[in-house]
């Protein structure tokens, strides 16, 4: 539905610019093709559709508030100095409020509790998963890559991977029949499941924190 909603935001852009335009030649209107700051739209609409498409995250989030204040200080509305000393504490209570408002209204996250744990720090490692069941595990990729293997073994309903992705990027290959649900917390960075859920299926919880990173369930 979201994926939907942004596409219609994007067909009405380029219907309203067509609309706008053809006006504009025709002379039915007299309306200046510019105004101060405009560019700031490339920024503002583009994560606006983004918020409506992915949710509130840190990444479109930012990008927003950068191009309302830079529309508002093109327009007056705020000093040239004033900006620069609003920017960055500005920036960093939105990636506050945003990383609060997903622990908050996230849904309810899985916890794994075992001890099985897999690294890959300024390198890369590959992880073949051969003990059956699987019930979960830690997955850290810091500086580095870490590829995850776990079709040959059988998924416990509940398994937990606790991921963490930072400046690093973890790819987790799951069986067939396997449901997959991700818990995401985002910065600069983003996990995602091609995995097509099915009625029934096992349950594979991924708690997912990326930053600067990604993580990739397949």
Known sequence: M???????????????IGVFVFGKVMGFWEVPVLFPGWWTLLIIFPSFVSMIKNGIRPVNSIFM?????????????IESGTLGKILVPAIFFVIGVCILLR??????????????????????????????????????????????????????????IEASAIFGGIDIKVPAGVNVKVKRTELFGGAKSRVSNQSGAPVLYVNALCMFGGVDIK
């Open 2 to 16: 979201r994926e939907k909603l942004a596409n219609i935001l994007w067909g009405l852009l380029w219907i309203g």
């Open 103 to 160: 622990s908050l209204f996230g849904g309810t996250k899985q916890h794994y509790n075992g001890s099985e744990g897999y690294s890959a720090t300024f390198a890369g490692n590959v992880i073949t998963a051969t003990e059956s069941p699987f019930t979960g595990c830690e997955a850290d990729a810091v500086f580095g890559g870490l590829d995850l293997d776990l079709t040959g073994v059988t998924i416990e309903d509940g398994a937990v």
């Open 65 to 77: 508030l950068c191009g309302v204040l830079l529309l508002l200080e093109r327009n007056h509305v």
